[in-house]
Protein backbone atom coordinates (compact mmCIF):
# COMPACT_ATOMS: atom_id res chain seq x y z
CA UNK A 1 0.00 0.00 0.00
CA UNK A 2 1.49 3.83 -0.77
CA UNK A 3 2.86 5.06 2.24
CA UNK A 4 3.26 9.44 1.59
CA UNK A 5 6.06 11.27 3.78
CA UNK A 6 5.42 14.67 4.89
CA UNK A 7 6.04 17.01 7.56
CA UNK A 8 2.55 17.97 8.54
CA UNK A 9 -0.27 15.84 7.84
CA UNK A 10 -3.77 18.42 7.71
CA UNK A 11 -7.05 16.10 8.41
CA UNK A 12 -9.58 18.26 6.75
CA UNK A 13 -9.69 20.00 3.72
CA UNK A 14 -12.45 22.64 4.52
CA UNK A 15 -11.18 26.58 4.08
CA UNK A 16 -9.37 26.29 8.06
CA UNK A 17 -7.44 23.12 6.75
CA UNK A 18 -6.53 24.89 3.25
CA UNK A 19 -5.40 27.84 4.55
CA UNK A 20 -3.03 26.12 6.63
CA UNK A 21 -1.58 23.95 4.16
CA UNK A 22 -1.55 27.67 2.19
CA UNK A 23 0.66 29.42 4.54
CA UNK A 24 2.56 26.21 5.38
CA UNK A 25 3.85 25.81 1.69
CA UNK A 26 4.10 29.76 1.52
CA UNK A 27 6.78 29.22 4.35
CA UNK A 28 8.23 26.05 2.87
CA UNK A 29 7.30 23.14 4.72
CA UNK A 30 5.71 20.04 3.68
CA UNK A 31 2.17 19.29 4.01
CA UNK A 32 -0.20 17.22 2.87
CA UNK A 33 -4.20 17.73 3.32
CA UNK A 34 -6.15 14.58 3.87
CA UNK A 35 -10.28 15.18 3.00
CA UNK A 36 -12.66 11.98 3.70
CA UNK A 37 -14.66 14.02 0.93
CA UNK A 38 -14.05 16.39 -1.72
CA UNK A 39 -12.09 19.95 -0.56
CA UNK A 40 -14.20 22.42 0.83
CA UNK A 41 -17.26 20.41 0.06
CA UNK A 42 -18.90 20.28 3.51
CA UNK A 43 -19.31 23.15 5.49
CA UNK A 44 -16.47 25.85 3.69
CA UNK A 45 -18.84 25.38 0.76
CA UNK A 46 -22.52 25.46 1.94
CA UNK A 47 -22.31 28.00 5.04
CA UNK A 48 -24.32 31.70 4.06
CA UNK A 49 -21.00 33.51 2.73
CA UNK A 50 -21.15 36.17 5.54
CA UNK A 51 -17.09 38.21 6.13
CA UNK A 52 -18.76 39.53 8.92
CA UNK A 53 -16.64 41.18 12.37
CA UNK A 54 -19.39 42.59 14.02
CA UNK A 55 -21.06 40.74 16.80
CA UNK A 56 -18.14 38.52 17.43
CA UNK A 57 -16.59 38.20 20.99
CA UNK A 58 -13.58 40.29 22.07
CA UNK A 59 -11.28 37.45 21.63
CA UNK A 60 -12.29 36.37 18.46
CA UNK A 61 -11.74 39.83 17.22
CA UNK A 62 -8.09 39.76 16.91
CA UNK A 63 -8.44 36.66 14.60
CA UNK A 64 -11.36 38.98 12.79
CA UNK A 65 -9.20 41.62 12.28
CA UNK A 66 -6.29 39.83 10.70
CA UNK A 67 -8.59 38.07 8.79
CA UNK A 68 -10.23 41.31 6.89
CA UNK A 69 -6.73 41.83 5.72
CA UNK A 70 -6.25 38.73 3.91
CA UNK A 71 -9.94 38.47 2.25
CA UNK A 72 -9.04 42.42 0.66
CA UNK A 73 -5.27 39.85 -0.65
CA UNK A 74 -7.35 36.73 -2.08
CA UNK A 75 -6.71 37.44 -5.88
CA UNK A 76 -2.41 37.61 -4.87
CA UNK A 77 -3.21 34.97 -2.94
CA UNK A 78 -5.24 31.88 -4.20
CA UNK A 79 -6.11 33.37 -7.65
CA UNK A 80 -9.71 34.48 -6.75
CA UNK A 81 -11.52 37.41 -5.24
CA UNK A 82 -14.49 34.70 -4.93
CA UNK A 83 -16.81 37.03 -5.47
CA UNK A 84 -15.85 39.06 -1.52
CA UNK A 85 -16.99 42.54 -1.75
CA UNK A 86 -17.21 44.73 1.27
CA UNK A 87 -20.62 45.45 0.85
CA UNK A 88 -21.57 46.20 4.75
CA UNK A 89 -22.87 44.39 7.32
CA UNK A 90 -26.15 45.78 9.21
CA UNK A 91 -27.18 44.00 12.38
CA UNK A 92 -30.95 44.50 13.14
CA UNK A 93 -33.05 45.73 16.18
CA UNK A 94 -36.82 44.37 16.45
CA UNK A 95 -36.95 46.36 19.60
CA UNK A 96 -35.18 49.57 21.91
CA UNK A 97 -33.71 46.75 23.89
CA UNK A 98 -32.05 45.49 20.96
CA UNK A 99 -30.54 49.00 20.03
CA UNK A 100 -29.06 49.62 23.19
CA UNK A 101 -27.49 46.13 23.58
CA UNK A 102 -25.85 47.16 19.50
CA UNK A 103 -25.16 50.50 21.37
CA UNK A 104 -23.61 48.71 24.18
CA UNK A 105 -21.51 46.36 21.80
CA UNK A 106 -19.96 49.29 19.59
CA UNK A 107 -18.47 50.57 23.09
CA UNK A 108 -17.37 47.08 24.05
CA UNK A 109 -15.12 46.80 20.50
CA UNK A 110 -14.14 50.56 20.20
CA UNK A 111 -10.85 49.58 20.23
CA UNK A 112 -11.07 47.47 16.91
CA UNK A 113 -12.18 50.23 14.86
CA UNK A 114 -14.95 48.50 13.09
CA UNK A 115 -16.76 51.94 12.52
CA UNK A 116 -19.93 51.07 14.29
CA UNK A 117 -22.88 53.22 13.03
CA UNK A 118 -25.86 53.12 14.97
CA UNK A 119 -28.88 53.96 12.76
CA UNK A 120 -32.49 54.28 13.86
CA UNK A 121 -35.69 55.86 12.61
CA UNK A 122 -35.73 58.46 9.47
CA UNK A 123 -32.64 57.96 9.01
CA UNK A 124 -32.68 54.33 8.55
CA UNK A 125 -36.17 54.48 6.22
CA UNK A 126 -33.96 57.26 4.00
CA UNK A 127 -30.84 54.35 3.85
CA UNK A 128 -32.77 51.43 3.57
CA UNK A 129 -36.28 51.60 2.78
CA UNK A 130 -36.70 48.26 1.50
CA UNK A 131 -37.02 47.15 5.34
CA UNK A 132 -40.14 46.25 7.12
CA UNK A 133 -41.72 48.52 9.55
CA UNK A 134 -41.08 46.59 12.34
CA UNK A 135 -37.57 47.08 12.30
CA UNK A 136 -36.60 49.75 14.58
CA UNK A 137 -32.64 50.10 13.89
CA UNK A 138 -29.56 48.58 13.37
CA UNK A 139 -25.98 48.79 13.66
CA UNK A 140 -23.68 49.15 10.56
CA UNK A 141 -20.31 47.49 10.12
CA UNK A 142 -19.26 49.24 6.59
CA UNK A 143 -16.28 47.40 5.81
CA UNK A 144 -17.75 44.00 6.23
CA UNK A 145 -18.85 41.90 3.75
CA UNK A 146 -19.99 38.72 1.42
CA UNK A 147 -18.28 36.33 -0.31
CA UNK A 148 -19.41 32.94 -2.19
CA UNK A 149 -18.61 30.18 -0.45
CA UNK A 150 -18.67 27.76 -2.86
CA UNK A 151 -15.34 29.31 -4.70
CA UNK A 152 -13.03 30.01 -1.50
CA UNK A 153 -11.85 26.60 -0.04
CA UNK A 154 -11.75 25.11 -3.38
CA UNK A 155 -9.51 27.62 -4.31
CA UNK A 156 -7.35 28.04 -1.28
CA UNK A 157 -6.66 24.11 -1.68
CA UNK A 158 -5.74 24.72 -5.38
CA UNK A 159 -3.57 27.77 -4.37
CA UNK A 160 -1.62 25.41 -1.74
CA UNK A 161 -1.33 22.64 -4.80
CA UNK A 162 0.22 25.65 -6.56
CA UNK A 163 2.79 25.94 -4.29
CA UNK A 164 3.62 22.18 -3.67
CA UNK A 165 1.07 20.59 -0.92
CA UNK A 166 -0.43 17.36 -2.11
CA UNK A 167 -4.25 16.99 -1.71
CA UNK A 168 -5.75 13.38 -1.11
CA UNK A 169 -9.60 13.37 -1.28
CA UNK A 170 -11.47 10.60 -0.93
CA UNK A 171 -9.55 9.41 2.03
CA UNK A 172 -10.96 8.31 4.70
CA UNK A 173 -8.71 7.93 7.71
CA UNK A 174 -9.87 5.06 9.77
CA UNK A 175 -7.06 5.06 12.14
CA UNK A 176 -4.23 6.86 13.39
CA UNK A 177 -1.49 6.21 15.63
CA UNK A 178 1.62 8.24 17.26
CA UNK A 179 4.49 5.61 15.52
CA UNK A 180 7.68 6.70 17.12
CA UNK A 181 8.19 10.19 17.09
CA UNK A 182 5.48 10.63 13.96
CA UNK A 183 2.13 9.99 13.40
CA UNK A 184 1.02 7.39 11.05
CA UNK A 185 -2.60 7.66 9.87
CA UNK A 186 -4.12 4.76 7.67
CA UNK A 187 -6.99 5.44 5.24
CA UNK A 188 -10.21 3.01 4.39
CA UNK A 189 -8.26 2.13 1.17
CA UNK A 190 -5.15 1.26 2.29
CA UNK A 191 -3.10 4.62 1.86
CA UNK A 192 -0.95 5.26 4.48
CA UNK A 193 0.62 8.59 5.99
CA UNK A 194 3.21 9.30 8.04
CA UNK A 195 3.75 13.13 9.19
CA UNK A 196 5.93 14.70 12.19
CA UNK A 197 2.77 17.20 13.06
CA UNK A 198 -0.80 16.70 12.62
CA UNK A 199 -3.44 19.11 12.46
CA UNK A 200 -7.21 18.26 13.22
CA UNK A 201 -9.23 21.00 11.11
CA UNK A 202 -12.33 17.89 10.26
CA UNK A 203 -14.98 20.47 11.00
CA UNK A 204 -18.17 18.87 12.70
CA UNK A 205 -16.21 15.45 12.98
CA UNK A 206 -13.07 17.13 15.06
CA UNK A 207 -14.52 15.86 18.14
CA UNK A 208 -14.17 12.19 16.76
CA UNK A 209 -10.39 13.15 15.47
CA UNK A 210 -9.71 13.93 18.74
CA UNK A 211 -10.83 11.30 20.57
CA UNK A 212 -8.47 8.65 18.49
CA UNK A 213 -5.65 10.84 20.37
CA UNK A 214 -7.34 10.59 23.75
CA UNK A 215 -8.70 14.40 23.63
CA UNK A 216 -12.03 14.24 24.95
CA UNK A 217 -14.00 17.83 23.65
CA UNK A 218 -17.65 18.71 23.72
CA UNK A 219 -18.68 19.08 20.66
CA UNK A 220 -22.21 19.49 19.61
CA UNK A 221 -23.73 18.94 15.88
CA UNK A 222 -26.14 21.18 13.91
CA UNK A 223 -27.72 21.48 10.82
CA UNK A 224 -28.19 25.02 9.79
CA UNK A 225 -30.77 25.48 7.41
CA UNK A 226 -30.18 27.77 4.60
CA UNK A 227 -32.58 28.91 1.11
CA UNK A 228 -31.80 31.31 -1.80
CA UNK A 229 -34.79 33.06 -3.70
CA UNK A 230 -35.41 33.65 -7.38
CA UNK A 231 -33.27 36.45 -8.81
CA UNK A 232 -34.87 40.27 -7.25
CA UNK A 233 -35.07 43.89 -8.48
CA UNK A 234 -32.03 45.29 -5.52
CA UNK A 235 -33.63 45.22 -2.13
CA UNK A 236 -30.66 45.68 -0.09
CA UNK A 237 -27.00 46.05 -0.28
CA UNK A 238 -25.68 44.91 2.96
CA UNK A 239 -25.27 41.33 4.46
CA UNK A 240 -27.92 41.33 7.39
CA UNK A 241 -28.53 39.50 10.75
CA UNK A 242 -30.41 40.06 13.68
CA UNK A 243 -29.72 40.71 17.46
CA UNK A 244 -30.37 37.82 18.68
CA UNK A 245 -30.05 35.94 16.00
CA UNK A 246 -32.43 33.38 13.74
CA UNK A 247 -31.92 34.97 10.80
CA UNK A 248 -29.74 36.43 8.29
CA UNK A 249 -29.60 37.62 4.59
CA UNK A 250 -27.74 39.15 2.03
CA UNK A 251 -28.86 39.33 -2.05
CA UNK A 252 -25.99 38.94 -4.08
CA UNK A 253 -25.25 40.85 -7.36
CA UNK A 254 -27.54 38.30 -10.18
CA UNK A 255 -30.35 39.58 -7.26
CA UNK A 256 -31.13 35.99 -6.03
CA UNK A 257 -31.35 36.76 -1.81
CA UNK A 258 -29.68 34.04 0.37
CA UNK A 259 -31.21 33.80 4.07
CA UNK A 260 -30.96 31.21 6.73
CA UNK A 261 -31.88 30.91 9.84
CA UNK A 262 -32.97 27.63 12.65
CA UNK A 263 -31.95 24.28 12.19
CA UNK A 264 -32.42 20.86 10.10
CA UNK A 265 -31.89 17.76 11.16
CA UNK A 266 -28.87 14.37 10.07
CA UNK A 267 -29.39 12.16 7.75
CA UNK A 268 -27.86 8.90 7.15
CA UNK A 269 -24.44 8.76 5.61
CA UNK A 270 -23.14 12.32 7.19
CA UNK A 271 -25.29 14.69 4.99
CA UNK A 272 -28.48 16.36 6.90
CA UNK A 273 -31.54 18.10 5.70
CA UNK A 274 -33.33 21.96 6.29
CA UNK A 275 -35.53 21.64 9.19
CA UNK A 276 -39.13 22.25 8.38
CA UNK A 277 -39.95 24.19 11.46
CA UNK A 278 -36.80 26.38 10.36
CA UNK A 279 -38.10 27.21 6.74
CA UNK A 280 -41.54 27.76 8.56
CA UNK A 281 -40.07 30.23 10.61
CA UNK A 282 -37.85 32.00 7.69
CA UNK A 283 -41.50 32.12 5.83
CA UNK A 284 -42.35 34.22 8.75
CA UNK A 285 -39.01 36.47 9.65
CA UNK A 286 -38.04 37.19 5.96
CA UNK A 287 -41.21 39.38 4.92
CA UNK A 288 -41.26 40.90 8.05
CA UNK A 289 -37.51 42.20 7.51
CA UNK A 290 -37.91 42.64 3.67
CA UNK A 291 -41.73 43.04 2.60
CA UNK A 292 -40.30 41.95 -1.11
CA UNK A 293 -39.58 38.44 -0.14
CA UNK A 294 -43.59 38.15 0.84
CA UNK A 295 -44.21 36.70 -2.60
CA UNK A 296 -40.26 35.51 -3.37
CA UNK A 297 -40.11 31.66 -5.37
CA UNK A 298 -37.62 29.97 -3.35
CA UNK A 299 -35.52 27.81 -5.54
CA UNK A 300 -32.93 26.01 -3.28
CA UNK A 301 -32.72 25.10 0.05
CA UNK A 302 -30.43 22.93 2.17
CA UNK A 303 -28.45 22.56 5.23
CA UNK A 304 -24.69 22.21 6.29
CA UNK A 305 -22.83 20.09 9.19
CA UNK A 306 -21.31 21.76 11.83
CA UNK A 307 -20.04 21.90 14.83
CA UNK A 308 -20.89 24.07 17.84
CA UNK A 309 -18.72 24.57 21.64
CA UNK A 310 -21.00 26.32 24.40
CA UNK A 311 -18.38 28.93 24.37
CA UNK A 312 -19.11 29.50 20.84
CA UNK A 313 -15.27 29.58 20.55
CA UNK A 314 -13.24 26.83 18.73
CA UNK A 315 -10.28 25.23 19.97
CA UNK A 316 -7.57 26.58 18.08
CA UNK A 317 -4.23 24.90 19.68
CA UNK A 318 -2.04 22.19 20.87
CA UNK A 319 -3.81 19.25 22.16
CA UNK A 320 -2.86 18.75 26.19
CA UNK A 321 -1.88 14.83 25.33
CA UNK A 322 0.09 14.62 22.48
CA UNK A 323 2.89 16.70 21.17
CA UNK A 324 2.91 17.71 17.97
CA UNK A 325 -1.01 17.47 17.66
CA UNK A 326 -3.10 20.95 16.90
CA UNK A 327 -6.53 21.30 17.42
CA UNK A 328 -8.46 23.96 14.77
CA UNK A 329 -12.31 23.02 14.54
CA UNK A 330 -15.50 23.88 16.49
CA UNK A 331 -16.58 27.42 15.01
CA UNK A 332 -19.83 27.31 16.01
CA UNK A 333 -21.04 29.06 13.16
CA UNK A 334 -18.78 31.93 12.10
CA UNK A 335 -16.00 30.02 10.86
CA UNK A 336 -15.52 31.78 7.39
CA UNK A 337 -14.64 34.97 7.83
CA UNK A 338 -11.67 34.29 10.32
CA UNK A 339 -10.37 30.98 8.54
CA UNK A 340 -7.84 32.36 6.73
CA UNK A 341 -6.03 33.88 9.59
CA UNK A 342 -6.52 30.64 11.66
CA UNK A 343 -4.81 29.09 9.03
CA UNK A 344 -2.07 31.70 9.22
CA UNK A 345 -1.54 31.07 13.38
CA UNK A 346 -1.92 27.20 13.32
CA UNK A 347 0.99 27.37 10.55
CA UNK A 348 2.84 29.84 12.97
CA UNK A 349 2.26 27.04 15.53
CA UNK A 350 3.94 24.45 14.18
CA UNK A 351 6.78 26.97 13.25
CA UNK A 352 7.36 27.93 16.82
CA UNK A 353 5.36 31.28 17.24
CA UNK A 354 2.21 31.24 18.91
CA UNK A 355 0.80 34.81 17.36
CA UNK A 356 -2.83 33.86 18.46
CA UNK A 357 -3.92 36.02 21.04
CA UNK A 358 -6.08 34.96 24.37
CA UNK A 359 -4.85 31.76 23.66
CA UNK A 360 -6.25 30.62 26.60
CA UNK A 361 -9.96 31.33 25.30
CA UNK A 362 -9.03 28.48 22.30
CA UNK A 363 -7.28 26.14 24.28
CA UNK A 364 -8.49 22.63 24.44
CA UNK A 365 -7.04 22.66 26.94
CA UNK A 366 -9.99 24.51 28.31
CA UNK A 367 -12.76 21.79 29.08
CA UNK A 368 -10.55 19.72 30.72
CA UNK A 369 -9.31 22.28 32.92
CA UNK A 370 -13.31 22.91 33.54
CA UNK A 371 -13.60 18.99 34.21
CA UNK A 372 -11.40 19.56 36.88
CA UNK A 373 -12.55 22.53 38.61
CA UNK A 374 -16.59 21.63 38.78
Same mark, same amino acid.
Given at each position: MSLVHTEVAI??? %????AATALALRRAGIAAVLVERGLCGARASGVNFGGVRRQ %?????????AQRAH??????????????EYVRSGHLKLARSQADLERLAAYREQVRDFDLDL???? !???????????GPDVAGGSLCPADGQANPRL???????? =????? =???????AIVQADAHGDDFLLCAADGRRIRAAWVVNAAGAWGAEVASWFGDVLPLQIKYPTMLVTEPLTPQIGVSL %??? !??? *?????????NVVMGGGYG??????RSRPGRAALAALGRTAPAILPALAHASVIRCWSGIEGYFSDKNP????????? /????? *?? *????? *??? =?????????????? /??????PERFAPARWADAAGAS
Amino acid at each position: MSLVHTEVAIIGA %GLVGAATALALRRAGIAAVLVERGLCGARASGVNFGGVRRQ %GRSVEQLYLAQRAHGIWARLPELIGTDAEYVRSGHLKLARSQADLERLAAYREQVRDFDLDLQIIE !GAALRRRFPALGPDVAGGSLCPADGQANPRLVAPAYAHA =ALRHG =ARLLEHCAIVQADAHGDDFLLCAADGRRIRAAWVVNAAGAWGAEVASWFGDVLPLQIKYPTMLVTEPLTPQIGVSL %GVE !GGG *FYARQVARGNVVMGGGYGAALPGNRSRPGRAALAALGRTAPAILPALAHASVIRCWSGIEGYFSDKNPVIGASPAVP /RLLHA *FG *FSGGG *FQI =APAVGEVVAEMIMG /RNTLMMPERFAPARWADAAGAS
